[in-house]
């Protein structure tokens, strides 16, 4: 008997260990070229030079009855979407690894970013507000650094997305570094009862000066909710998510 | 009356003592002491076998018949590198195997085993460097040569399947490596029996072909040794 027990304790040991996970996304690259023109002049003299993509992840398509129980259980509840999502927080449990090489001649200093995309909406700042996650890098010529963004930080990214949609007066506050709006208690009321995860993103460099980089991503991929799509399945074609300028409340 | 008495004890003590000293004479002949410490003839019928002079094992003659013959378990523990295109993102790991088998001769066994290996990756970023492990199943034929009574060489032919449980391998281009694939080889060891029935312990290096860890046009060789510990039941 306690032979069977230890026998079935280590195959749900290993069944555990063999949990799903993948990686998409693979080889994804944002370059900036040397020569590129600002994508924004701020104050008339400020440039920004800005380039991101879109990453989308492989999602498993939900039945249209699926969608419909979804719609149905939305009302009342008064979510910032027209149904409840398919893809939940919790359910993709992401992790971003990303390079930053600068391949030219002259050290530089660049902003990786990231902002997330769920099914209803993506954040897009303007050229002065706060991306969801970013990191300031400087390289010596030819220098690679990379890192990674962790689950922890993606699963902010998700929240804070979803609190902004939600009509939270300050999205700076809300997806500033240093806020973590799940528990701060200006952010609280904001905080959508059921928060959609996050089914894409948009990885990018920001700089203030043009400048040969290459930024090279990858994104590590934990089905907890049986959300991802099979390999080899066919992946849930969503519209695109409607871009959500953040809300800034005018300086005095 | 007393003094008839008296002469009768005499004449039987003359009559007695020659026959007395005659076996004493005898007993001394055979070298034993009535009641002292002799050498004792073996008798068969006896159990009592720890009155059994000693003997070294040669000369009662061990052979691999004492031991017993029939199910066996055998559990493995070494290190399992690459060879060729799995080589250029893993670093060597450590390796579990356990091996069920049968001996249906001395030196013929078949045998089923189920191994596992860990390896760390080792890659330019992304993605992060990370861990995975390697799994398979295999059956073979394993032949053993005796060279003595507790040593055996063996050699075993082994074919199986092989699955990487996380798809980082692919995402190094590897792309069949998350999909269960064949692994075929064999292995040299030997063996050496324990003063026991059941236990023999030993050393073996193996070699096993990938096929799935590969890349196209390349290949991938897991190369492996381990300390092995066999009981037979």
Same mark, same amino acid.
């Given at each position: 008997m306690r032979l069977s027990h230890a026998a079935c304790l280590g195959l749900v040991a290993c069944v555990a260990c063999l949990e799903e996970q993948r990686y998409e996304a693979v080889g994804a690259t944002v370059t900036l070229a040397a020569d590129a023109t600002p994508t924004f002049v701020v104050d008339d003299e400020d440039e920004v030079y800005r380039v991101d993509r879109a990453l989308a992840l492989h999602v498993s398509p939900p039945s249209a009855a699926t969608l419909a129980k979804l719609a149905a259980e939305a009302q009342g509840r008064a979510?910032?979407?027209?149904r409840l999502p398919w893809?939940?927080?919790?359910?993709l449990d992401l992790q971003v690894d990303y390079a930053l090489e600068n391949q030219g001649s002259e050290p530089a200093v660049a902003v990786v970013t990231l902002n997330g995309v769920n099914e209803f909406h993506a954040y897009a700042p303007g050229p002065e507000d706060l991306h969801q996650w970013e990191r300031r890098i400087a390289l010596a010529p030819g220098a690679r650094v990379s890192g990674t963004i962790t689950e922890l930080e993606l699963d902010e990214v998700a929240v804070d997305l979803a609190t902004v949609v939600n009509g939270a007066p300050n999205s700076n506050l809300v997806v500033?570094?240093?806020?973590?709006s799940s528990l701060d208690p200006r952010v609280a009321p904001y905080l959508p009862t059921v928060v959609p995860g996050l089914v894409g993103m948009r990885v990018g460099i920001e700089t203030s000066r043009a400048a040969a980089l290459s930024l090279e991503v990858s994104i590590r991929v934990q089905d907890h909710g049986d959300r991802a799509a099979k390999r080899g399945d066919a992946s849930w074609m969503l519209p695109e998510a409607a871009p959500f300028t953040p809300i800034v409340p005018e300086r005095e | 009356m007393a003094g008839r008495l008296a002469l009768a004890l005499a004449a039987a003590l003359a009559l007695a003592l020659p026959a007395h000293a005659r076996a004493d004479e005898g007993d001394a002949a055979d070298g034993l002491v009535p009641g002292g410490p002799g050498e004792e003839p073996i008798?068969? +019928?006896?159990?009592?076998?720890?009155?059994l002079p000693l003997e070294p094992a040669r000369a009662r003659g061990? +052979?691999?018949?004492l031991y017993d013959r029939g199910l066996f378990v055998e559990a493995q523990l070494g290190a399992l590198t690459y060879v060729g295109d799995a080589r250029e993102v893993s670093h060597p790991g450590p390796r579990l195997a356990i091996a069920v088998g049968y001996e249906l001769t001395r030196w013929l066994a078949l045998l089923v085993e189920a191994e596992a290996s860990m390896h760390q990756t080792h890659n330019r970023p992304p993605p992060r460097r990370t861990s995975y492990e390697l799994v398979g199943g295999a059956g073979g034929v394993r032949l053993s040569v005796p060279i003595d009574a507790r040593f055996a060489l063996w050699g075993e032919g082994l074919f199986g399947v092989v699955w990487s449980s996380a798809d980082v391998l692919r995402a190094l281009?590897?792309?069949?490596?998350a999909r269960a694939g064949l692994s075929y080889g064999g292995e040299l060891g030997f063996d050496y029996h324990l003063p026991s029935r059941h236990h023999a312990i030993g050393l073996l290096g193996g070699a096993r072909m990938l096929p799935?860890?590969?890349r196209e046009g390349g290949y991938t060789l897991a190369a492996y040794g381990a300390c092995t510990l066999h009981y037979v039941f």
């Open positions: 979510p910032p979407y027209p893809v939940r927080r919790g359910d500033g570094p240093e806020s973590q | 008798d068969p +019928t006896r159990l009592d076998v720890a009155r061990l +052979t691999r018949d281009g590897l792309p069949d490596a799935s860890l590969a």
